[in-house]
């Protein structure tokens, strides 16, 4: 099992940057596939951004392609999003995800949430 902690959100100006990051609790973080979702208010929750296990391969929607960048470090249990180039669009709940195979619909694993706000 893993339990997982975002942290990083909170505001910036269009064209900005921000770095979030996820900490996993255990140290079977690395057999996992993580990713983010993100959730604006009175909307559904948005797959962002996955990384497989090792960290070799990632995969983006075409929103944030180019200006996200997903990544992890297995030996400090944690993952992060960096975000640059940020759009008022991107508002929204960020969510850090972890599933045994893919997160991209269903992951099993959920943080907290953190809040990103893009406005000038």
């Known amino acids: 099992q893993v339990q997982l902690v975002e942290s990083g959100g909170g505001l910036v100006m269009p064209g900005g940057s921000l770095r979030l990051s996820c900490a996993a609790s255990?140290?079977?973080?690395?057999?996992?596939?993580m990713g983010w979702f993100r959730q604006a208010p009175g909307k559904e929750r948005e797959f962002v951004a996955e990384?497989?296990?090792?960290?070799?391969?990632?995969y983006y929607i075409d929103s944030v392609k180019g200006r996200f960048t997903i990544s992890r470090d297995n030996a400090k249990n944690t993952g992060y999003l960096q975000m640059n180039s940020l759009k008022p669009e991107d508002t929204a709940v960020y969510y850090c995800?972890?599933?045994?195979?893919?997160?991209?619909?269903?992951?099993?694993?959920w943080g907290q949430g953190t809040q990103v706000t893009v406005s000038s």
């Open positions: 995800t972890a599933d045994a195979i893919s997160v991209v619909h269903t992951p099993t694993y």
């Open positions: 255990g140290r079977i973080f690395s057999t996992y596939p």
């Open positions: 990384i497989n296990r090792s960290g070799t391969s990632t």
